[in-house]
């Protein structure tokens, strides 16, 4: 089981001349797949509330409910996803 950590970009919070801005991880959530291969890109569907995972290398689509932080399903067999 891979991990998959969630985080948050707290930057609306900071004033612009801040330093030191940093990331807050708000959740982890266990996903299928081989290990030490990357996430390449990842997208809201605000309405349904899902957060899309493609894993590039081998070819799948996890989707992911943000209420919940649990995987909803693991789509394989889709080769080079964007």
Known sequence: MRRFALVLVC????????????????GVIDVPGPKGQRFDYLTMDDEDH????AHLAPGILYVIDVRTNALVKAIPGVPGIT
Not at 11 to 26: D, E, N, R, Y
Request: glycine share 4%; hydrophobic share 40%; charged share 0%.
């Open 11 to 26: 930057l609306a919070s900071f004033p612009v001349s801040s330093s030191g801005q940093s990331l807050t991880q708000v």
């Open 50 to 53: 899902y957060l899309l995972s």
